[in-house]
């Protein structure tokens, strides 16, 4: 097994992962930074100030390896269109 970490940043905000986690693989180590940074996006960055989420994979030296970034973009149209009549 081979031990991953995954540090998050949500905008100016950094979160290291001091413990890390065991995978099979870099692969598995890939897809669960996706899964992270997806599940991280879709529960913070419609209620707050931060506009993307970013998962940074370390191997086991703690050397970056991967990122996974998620981003959030919002148009709006104006001016706001009118019910037809």
């Given amino acids: 097994m ?7 940043r949500e905008g100016a905000k950094f979160t290291p ?3 890390g986690v065991e ?7 890939e897809r ?3 899964e992270a ?12 100030d931060a506009r993307d989420v970013t998962v940074e994979l370390k191997n086991e030296h ?5 990122t996974v970034t998620v981003t959030m973009e919002i148009h709006r149209v104006h001016p706001e269109p009118q019910p037809p009549r």
């Fill in 2 to 8: 081979l031990r991953f970490y995954f540090d998050v």
């Fill in 62 to 66: 703690r050397q970056r390896v991967l």
């Fill in 23 to 29: 995978c099979e693989s870099f692969d598995a180590a």
């Fill in 32 to 34: 669960l930074a996706a």
């Fill in 37 to 48: 940074a997806a599940e991280i996006g879709r529960d913070h960055l419609p209620k707050g």
């Fill in 17 to 19: 992962d001091e413990e």
